[in-house]
């Protein structure tokens, strides 16, 4: 019987959090080893799974030393500056990071994409594998929309997100730009107020929506003359990103350095 891998987790009592340390529980190929919180989290001194009714034999701890001792891998879905700190200490301490961390500064990933050759990194915007089949897809419709058709980019998330438009947003525009050809850091329309003039034929767009319990939903909208097409995911339930995150932690067991993302686990590069 192969051992399972131990797995930390990092955010425990928020919602990914929980939602992860469920899905590791209940995994036949991890174990969950560790859980860490920030100061003040109700949580701390606690079973993990108290609040999902199950007994992990796991406290939540604010130590990240503590709660990562023994980890072979840390699933991180925090915040960027969290995420940066848990980074240099699984460098310093030999630990594989699955990020799902959205928000990053160019400065940031730099730091991740050094960090990579010493730790086996797998980070990805969105670890949902319907959201990364869509991806391929719309590097696809790219390439054969690629005159004559407008692109929007549309998602919407709960009231709670922090960061906009979001990750799984841009990485489908980084998407269509290589498809297409374009830089999207010239192209990308993030804003639009007042007399804006007549839409550059060159431009993605982007459209944002915050509100309610929105898990998240994503549209990428081709406008043409006489015909719209569109591609959308939709999810209903965090449980994705973390049976994404899972198989992850799967495909990090045969790396030992580098940088990864879902396409890798996949087989879609």
Known sequence: MTSKTKVGVVGASGRMGQMLIQAVSQSDHCELSGAVDLDGSPLLGFDAGQLLGIATGVKVTSDL?????????????????????????????????VIGTT????????????????IAILMAPNMSVGVNVTLKLLALAAKALNEG???EVIEAHHRHKVDAPSGTALKMGEVLALALGRDLKTHGVFAREGHTGERDP?????????????????????AGTGER????????????????SLRAVRFLAHQKTGLFDMFDVLGLN
């Not at 730099?110 to 010493?118: F, V």
């Not at 591609?231 to 973390?242: F, G, P, Q, V």
Request: with cysteine; aromatic share 8%; glycine share 12%.
């Open 103 to 118: 928000g990053f500064s160019e400065e940031e990933k730099a730091l991740i994409h050094e960090a990579s050759k010493r």
């Open 229 to 244: 097409i569109e591609i959308t995911h939709k999810s209903s339930s965090r449980s994705t990103y973390a049976q994404g």
């Open 149 to 151: 058709y407008d692109i």
């Open 65 to 97: 030393s503590q709660g990562l001792k023994g980890a072979q891998v840390l699933i991180d879905f925090t915040r960027p500056q969290g995420t940066m700190a848990h980074l240099k200490f699984c460098q310093a301490n030999g630990i594989q990071m």
């Open 202 to 222: 060159m431009s993605i767009g982007f459209s944002t929506i915050r509100g309610g319990d929105i898990v998240g939903d994503h549209t990428v909208l081709f």
